[in-house]
């Protein structure tokens, strides 16, 4: 059960780290940038805050599952 939920969560950290769009633009990214009430960034720091947490419990269930074997 254990393995199975690791392999869930690899999969959705792969997938949320493939589709994260790139941080540097170029001088387009000035123009295209519109912090309009904030949720651009909120959004953005959201999927940080997900994506660190998401690495955490990987890192964790791999630890775990590693002195279970």
């Known amino acids: 059960m254990l ?6 969560l690899s ?6 780290i493939f589709l994260r769009t790139p941080q540097n633009q170029g001088l387009a ?3 295209s940038k519109s912090d309009l009430l904030g949720s651009p ?4 720091q959201f999927l940080n805050n997900l ?3 998401l690495m955490i419990s ?5 630890i775990f599952l590693n002195t279970i074997n």
């Open 58 to 62: 990987y890192f964790s269930f791999a």
């Open 51 to 53: 994506t660190v947490l």
């Open 11 to 16: 999969f959705v950290l792969i997938s949320l």
């Open 41 to 44: 960034s909120s959004a953005e």
């Open 3 to 8: 393995k199975i939920i690791w392999v869930i």
């Open 29 to 31: 990214s000035f123009s």
